[in-house]
């Protein structure tokens, strides 16, 4: 066999070689151009070999990786050494690039290389890089600077200039737009909003994102006015319980999205529920939490059977109560017995209807005492949207009532002062009118009888005139008196009853010989804040008119006490006269007197009225009628303690 047989032999060989290779094989001259490839490229990148032969290697290098390229095969022609795994990017004939890595050597101006895809291995290389990137920043980096890390990784592994992450709304209709790359602003007109919700239904592909619960890809120009330039974009939902709780995505890529950009960014979308969301659920508690925490009002988490499980600062302050006295208890349990049945039927129009309720009413606190409280009644649903506990917003209004009833009271106060003021004013002119004219009168009788010399005619006439301004004088004197206990400003004091009662005897000791009458005081009188001065007024008072108005046999009276729930009644029992049922709130008023010939101006009663009002009691009478005696009954509120 000659030599050119076997040179052709070898050559056939190499040919063969160089055609069923499985790896890439090339032959590059000195400025770089395809002198021959073998057909495994145009598997790889899609061009046979007579659209690279001849061909420039750097017209199908990625942009970034040019120079580095150039470098590289400038230091193979010069160093004449053999060149080890040597990575970039190739443009395949459909336009995407491919990772392709080298090994190649020189010999005689030539670049002889084999090279093989690498895409497929890279882009396992990057997930990884983005899955520990992740990662590692979690437990650091706050929500939204995880958002920026995730939109980074997004955007280098499908190439993309620009990315965003937005958070969808329970409602599923509309979204937050949460975080956009960097350099948004200049690939889109987008420059931002003041208002970052947005509906789902303004937002172009991705209401099919939310809707479809799928990735979308988006290869045509967008019509959307506030995206105009974002040319391609391809979108992925973050579903979690088959809610879609955020959207993710990339765009403007310079070549069309493929079905390895859609794997590629439904795993980073894991990637970004496990690390990203997991995050911002867990800042997102934190900051409840502080919310919760620190409120005044009270906020109490029950299941939908009303067991408390959860109970803030704010419950404790305001129902005294700890958490681990009141975990565990029915809600229902605070409620004042009054409030029980309304709580319960908005409790189950609540779990009905899934909606917000309020209403006020009163709480029982630990104490004893009752809180008035306006709540808020919270459905809170779970991923389904189902009902799985109710949180209660407890906000104290104690205060506001106590002002309203304060302010109802001052109003019937005024309006009773204003009835009082006519009454006053009509008695006043009519009871004065009386003795004057009784003076008028006979002054003009005493001026006759001295034009007539008729002495003792005159000095009858005299007398009646001295009676009438006595009568007037004691008017004026009870009014007065009347007056001071309404602006009365002495201060209260705990003052003990069985000693006013004592003092009272003795004050009309002589009275009561006189009458002889029996005056029973009990030792079980209790102690109240109250003016010393006016309760022995109001007393003596009744005890007086007691005698005064007696009946045929001696006067007893007998003064009985009864200890109520929340005041003390003190009752002054007679046998006198008593009093018709139709007279039984009148005799109170002003100048009332029910016989008019009786001695007295009818103003003891009204000033027992203003006393015992002064002190935030009420007094009463009762009487079965005409001879069986009348009880004055006057109540009290006890002295203010804590009821344990």
């Not at 009905?352 to 009413?361: D, Q, Y």
């Amino acid at each position: 066999m000659g030599a050119l047989q076997i040179e052709s032999e070898i050559s056939d060989n190499l040919d063969l070689f160089f055609h069923v290779a499985i790896d890439m094989l090339c032959i590059i001259d000195l400025e770089g151009h395809f002198l021959r490839v073998n057909p495994a490229w145009e598997k790889a990148l899609g061009y046979q070999a007579s659209e690279l032969e001849g061909r420039d290697i750097l017209e199908l290098v990625h942009p970034d990786d040019i120079e580095e390229t150039k470098k590289t095969s400038i230091q193979l022609l010069q160093d004449q050494q053999e060149l080890l795994c040597f990575t970039n990017r190739y443009r395949h004939k459909n336009g995407f690039y491919h990772w392709i890595e080298w090994r190649g050597v020189s010999f005689e101006g030539r670049i002889f290389s084999v090279a093989r895809d690498i895409t497929t291995q890279k882009r396992k290389e990057q997930r990884q890089h983005a899955h520990t990137t992740l990662q590692r920043n979690s437990s650091t980096k706050s929500t939204i600077e995880m958002m920026h890390l995730f939109i980074d990784q997004m955007k280098a592994l499908t190439e993309s200039p620009i990315g965003f992450f937005h958070l969808v709304n329970p409602d599923q209709k509309s979204l937050t737009l949460q975080a956009w790359s960097s350099n948004t602003s200049q690939h889109t007109n987008f420059q931002g909003t003041q208002d970052p919700q947005c509906s789902i239904e303004e937002t172009a592909i991705w209401v099919d994102c939310i809707q479809e619960q799928k990735t979308i890809i988006r290869n045509a120009p967008e019509s959307s006015s506030n995206r105009k330039k974002i040319i391609r974009e391809i979108v992925t939902p973050i579903i979690n319980n088959g809610i879609v709780q955020a959207l993710v995505g990339v765009g403007n890529k310079d070549f069309y999205y493929t079905k390895e950009d859609t794997e590629t960014l439904e795993y980073l979308a894991q990637l970004a529920s496990e690390f990203v969301l997991h995050r911002y659920s867990e800042e997102s508690l934190v900051f409840l939490k502080d919310i919760v925490e620190s409120s005044e009002d009270g906020i109490i988490g029950s299941d939908v059977d009303g067991i408390i499980h959860s109970w803030n600062p704010g419950a404790e302050r305001l129902i005294q109560y700890s958490p681990e006295e009141a975990c565990g208890h029915a809600i229902a349990s605070l409620f004042a017995e009054e409030s029980k049945e309304l709580l319960n039927n908005l409790w189950s129009k609540l779990l009905n209807h899934h909606s917000l309720e309020h209403f006020e009413g009163k709480l029982q606190r630990k104490d004893g005492s009752r809180m008035d409280a306006v709540l808020t009644f919270v459905p809170i649903r779970n991923c389904r949207g189902e009902i799985m506990g109710i949180s209660t917003i407890v906000r104290d209004i104690t205060q506001r009532k106590d002002q309203e009833r304060e302010r109802s009271r001052l109003l019937d106060e005024l309006a009773r002062k204003n009835h009082e003021l006519e009454s006053f004013t009509y008695t006043v002119s009519h009871d004065l009118k009386t003795p004057l004219l009784t003076i008028q009168g006979f002054a003009a009788e005493v001026s006759e009888n001295l034009h007539r010399i008729n002495i003792p005619e005159a000095q009858e006439n005299l007398e009646h005139i001295r009676n009438a301004s006595r009568r007037m004088g004691l008017m004026l004197q009870n009014l007065l008196q009347l007056s001071r206990v309404t602006h009365s400003n002495n201060p209260f004091v705990p003052t003990d009853l069985r000693k006013v009662l004592t003092e009272v005897r003795e004050s009309l000791s002589g009275l009561l010989a006189e009458q002889k009458a029996l005056l029973l005081i009990p030792p079980n009188l209790p102690t109240i804040y109250g003016d010393p001065t006016r309760l022995h007024e109001l007393f003596q008072n009744i005890i007086e008119n007691s005698v005064k108005f007696r009946g045929p046999q001696s006067p007893r009276i007998e003064v009985i006490v009864d200890n109520q729930d929340h005041q003390w009644s003190i009752v002054v029992k007679d046998n006198g006269i008593g009093i018709e049922k139709k007279f039984q709130t009148k005799i109170f008023g002003l100048f009332q007197k029910l016989n008019p010939k009786s001695d007295g101006t009818g103003v003891g009663l009204a000033l027992v009225s203003r006393i015992v009002e002064l002190h935030g009691g009420s007094v009463n009478a009762f009487s079965e009628g005409r001879g069986t005696g009348t009880s004055i009954r006057v109540q009290f509120p006890k002295i203010k303690s804590v009821v344990m």
